[in-house]
């Protein structure tokens, strides 16, 4: 009989998408490279054509989640539109979105223990995904002088952090309750850091 991977063509994909639902399933970490290629309808031996072992497969499905995770920040931030708080406010809701509709993605990229820069595509899709943060959070700063500009990296890095602990908190079910939903937290916790920065005015 022959094998779906390979009548389909595309047994790296159909691999990805496999490790997709152990990942939701089990963890990064708690499935093997044989349990990926029985659920891809493989061979164990065909894998290794692809990938050199289940952290290069990780690497892939990581990579995969950051272009896409660059594409709904990309579209998010619109240019700085209408406003360049409102693009980027809503930057930190697509890491929400994110989150919540692709969940194997998610742990792939920041749950397998993966260095990123040990895969030269990963560190590039990474980086990718934080410059449009970065981008966001640099035209959010324009309007003060140069000399008491916070840096650009910094407080985007903070924000992702920000956005990364409401996700981990209080929409992942890791036992935190709030009676507010994560994007009313979200926000309120960027305006109160941007107003502590000196990039909003109180009335903003």
């Known amino acids: 009989m022959t094998k779906r991977g390979y009548h389909h063509g ?3 994909q159909a691999l990805v998408e496999a490790s997709l639902a152990l990942i939701a399933e089990k963890s990064p970490q ?10 891809a309808d493989v061979t164990p031996a065909a894998v ?5 072992g289940r952290d290069d497969l990780l690497a892939e499905v990581a990579r995969q989640g950051y272009e896409i995770f660059a594409a709904l920040m990309e579209y998010a931030y619109d240019d700085g539109k209408p406003t360049a708080l409102a693009a980027f406010e809503a930057t930190g809701r697509a890491y929400l979105a994110f989150a919540r509709k692709y969940p194997g993605h998610y742990m792939a990229m920041f749950e397998s223990g993966l260095s990123p820069q040990a895969y030269p595509d990963l560190a590039l899709a990474s980086a990718k995904a934080r410059a449009v943060l970065e981008r966001a959070a640099a035209h959010l700063s324009e309007h003060m002088p140069p000399d008491r500009r916070p840096p650009a990296s910094m407080f985007s890095a903070h924000i992702w952090a920000m956005s990364h602990g409401v996700v981990e908190l209080f929409m992942r079910g890791n036992g935190a309750k709030s009676p507010f939903p994560p994007e009313d937290l979200l926000e309120a916790g960027i305006g109160i850091y941007l107003r502590g920065l000196g990039l909003l005015r109180p009335d903003q």
């Open 10 to 12: 595309n047994l790296r």
């Open 30 to 39: 708690g499935f093997t490279l044989s349990e990926a290629a029985k659920a």
């Open 48 to 52: 290794y054509r692809h990938f050199a």
